[in-house]
């Protein structure tokens, strides 16, 4: 049984990639109102930074003011929240800013982005990115399927609007499920409006401490219960707070977490998982028995409703889950891409929490393995179109476990759920004129390890082996075939991968011998332009 509550592992998982820590790096190299800059990994971060006279203007008591009266921010009003409230210095600060933010937003909408702010900073970030969310429901109406879904880390940001704002976010799992809000045990200004106040909180909440302790919350109520029990201590302190130190402490408690006080004996999982998390952030000591009552009663209500077969409501569970691996998959191209970064996790990546991504992983496949026995529910578009995704993202992970066990022949003993989602797939036969976001072909790491299996037969004479040049022969074809169709990420060449280090044994081994076509295209180095 599970110990803890699954919000210490998405935390964990949160700080155990890079892009926490590059959206901080852009906060702290941006002097202007907003900068564009590149990540490592080659992800655009627009990161906000706030003029001082509106930190002026709010810290004077800039209070609420109604969407109605600025028609700027109407497009995040719904029918059942057609009138929402947000603080008055954040949006007559959007409104200065909303044409050019608007091109800026229709240049980068097909684009990964990270969208990061710090302090007040935050509230430009936020508004930014809701409405980036906007076009994108207005391109994918019209038909796009190119459009990317930002993410927004803010760091210490104050609650942004009413009740009515939470609300209208939270009709849109896909925005709302965008936002991260970083928030420091320490940062006062983190927690200017707290449970007083008409602010309400949405997205994730990671709070966390100096030597390192950390938990994220959903839960709008505790979220604003640990709001509360940092206002007092930290009174008087309305600077911009640095979070360089915890975000390394964080990094490094990954590695350790210590243990817990709570025994099993005496307490439910479920209660010693929500006590652990106000633990882990030194916020116990404030938290009533009662108030653990009501979120442990909450949860267990909630736990109910999950049980319970919804399948639009688990649907959206798995693409958020496919959504961190997307990020993680972005972040591991350093790695030689996410295949290998995976597979050869235990001796490159000591930071990378494998077991939260394996979690992940057994989620996905419970759920799908389910879900594509039901003919009617497959036979729509948007389960068809996740399960295609899933495939993609996840089939390569279970390869990469496969041929790490020393195992063989993985397509001949391939999970049925990945051969059915394949035959239900509609768009394995796609004219393609520019390279796939996701290698087509799940099985595509599955062909590249045989062909480095049968090489290494080759290359030892390997008697006992039924190996023969028509193997490595097939696979030039099959892999000639998928570059000239387009049906392979770009990932796959990256320096490191898997597929490089077959290519690099096999040209010393074939020399002139070998396929022509694909010689001259690896050669030439012409994959550094595939796109």
């Not at 219960?225 to 915890?246: C, F, I, R, W």
Request: hydrophobic share 35%; aromatic share 12%; net charge neutral.
């Amino acid at each position: 049984m599970r110990r803890f509550s699954s919000e210490v592992e998405g935390g964990k998982f949160l700080v155990s990639i890079d892009v926490i820590q590059d959206a901080f790096g852009a906060t702290a190299k941006t002097s202007s109102t907003y900068q564009l800059h590149t990540n490592p990994s080659g992800i655009k971060v627009l990161a906000f930074n706030c003029l001082s006279d509106y930190k002026i203007r709010f810290r004077n008591g800039e209070d609420l003011v109604s969407s109605d009266k600025h028609k700027v921010v109407d497009f995040i009003s719904t029918k059942l929240n057609p009138k929402l409230s947000i603080n008055k210095a954040a949006v007559e600060l959007f409104e200065l800013h909303f044409k050019e933010l608007s091109e800026l937003s229709n240049q980068l909408i097909n684009e990964p982005l990270v969208v990061t702010g710090c302090g007040l900073g935050g509230y430009l970030s936020i508004l930014y990115t809701l409405l980036h969310q906007h076009y994108a429901d207005v391109e994918e109406s019209k038909g796009s399927k190119t459009t990317k879904r930002p993410i927004c880390i803010t760091f210490g940001s104050p609650l942004l609007g009413n009740q009515h704002l939470q609300g209208a976010i939270s009709e849109r799992p896909q925005w709302k499920s965008s936002f991260l809000n970083v928030v420091a045990k320490t940062d006062f200004l983190a927690s200017f409006f707290s449970s007083n106040s008409q602010y309400k909180p949405f997205g994730t909440f990671l709070f966390c401490t100096e030597s390192g302790g950390h938990t994220a919350f959903e839960d709008q109520d505790a979220i604003l219960a640990v709001l509360d029990a940092m206002v007092s201590p930290n009174a008087g302190n309305d600077q911009t707070h640095d979070y360089s130190k915890e975000l390394v402490s964080i990094r490094k408690k990954i590695l350790y977490r210590g243990p817990s006080d709570f025994s099993e004996s005496h307490l439910s999982p479920l209660r010693a998982g929500i006590l652990f998390q106000f633990q882990e952030i030194g916020m116990l000591h404030n938290i009533s028995n009662d108030f653990i009552d009501k979120i442990e009663k909450k949860q267990v209500k909630m736990i109910k409703m999950k049980n319970v077969y919804e399948p639009a409501r688990k649907l959206n569970d798995t693409k958020i889950n496919l959504t961190l691996m997307e990020w993680y998959m972005k972040t591991r191209r350093s790695k030689g891409g996410y295949y290998d970064a995976y597979k050869n996790a235990d001796i490159t990546d000591k930071f990378e929490s494998k077991d939260v991504i394996i979690k992940l992983q057994r989620f996905q496949e419970q759920y799908w393995k389910e879900t594509v026995k039901n003919s009617d529910l497959m036979s729509r578009m948007r389960w068809l179109y996740n399960g295609t995704n899933y495939r993609r993202i996840m089939e390569p992970l279970d390869i990469a476990d496969y041929y790490k066990s020393g195992r063989k022949n993985y397509i001949a003993n391939r999970p049925e759920h990945f051969e059915l989602l394949q035959k239900l797939s509609e768009d394995e036969k796609k004219v393609r004129t520019k390279a796939a976001s996701l290698t087509v072909d799940s099985c595509f790491w599955a062909h590249v390890e045989e062909a480095l299996i049968s090489l290494t037969d080759l290359k030892n004479g390997d008697l006992s082996s039924t190996t023969t040049d028509t193997d490595q022969f097939d696979f030039e074809v099959y892999l000639l075939g998928a570059i000239n169709e387009k049906s392979l990420s770009p990932d796959v060449f990256l320096e490191g991968s898997s597929l490089m280090k077959w290519w690099s044994e096999y040209d010393a081994y074939k020399g002139s011998s070998g396929n022509a076509e694909l010689a001259r295209y690896m050669k030439n180095e012409r994959y550094k332009s595939y796109q």
